[in-house]
Nanobody
Framework: QVQLVESGGGQVQAGGSLRLSCAAS????????MGWYRQAPGKQRELVAT???????SYADSVKGRFTVSADYTQNTVSLQMSSLKPDDTAVYYC??????????????WGQGTQVTASS
């Protein structure tokens, strides 16, 4: 059974920093990529950042230059370093792992979500 356990998050003043971490367990097939999504109240879930096993990263335009995603594919962990946080970054952040099943194709797994609040 795949489990994603997140840690980090919390409340900071605007301009502050936070670090999110996620550890995945129970994965026996190849991971295509890992990353982070977020969902603010009344809005759809959106991609924040992803990273492939080859180290290729992708970021939402709104977080480029402020957030850094990193991963250890040998340990199945992914982290998100967030700096210069803005009130607009306030959301529930979800860890995501995309796994390639041999017969069912690619499947997404999600963490339970962790609240990040940046207050002005």
């Amino acid at each position: 059974q795949v489990q994603l356990v997140e840690s980090g998050g919390g409340q900071v003043q605007a301009g502050g920093s936070l670090r999110l971490s996620c550890a995945a367990s129970g994965i026996i097939f190849r991971i295509n990529n890992m990353g982070w999504y977020r969902q603010a109240p009344g809005k759809q879930r959106e991609l924040v950042a992803t990273i492939t096993s080859g180290g290729i990263t992708s970021y939402a335009d709104s977080v480029k230059g402020r957030f850094t995603v990193s991963a250890d594919y040998t340990q199945n962990t992914v982290s998100l370093q967030m700096s210069s946080l803005k009130p607009d970054d306030t959301a529930v952040y979800y860890c995501n792992v995309n796994v390639q099943h041999p017969f069912r194709g690619a499947r997404d797994y999600w963490g339970q979500g962790t609240q990040v609040t940046a207050s002005s």
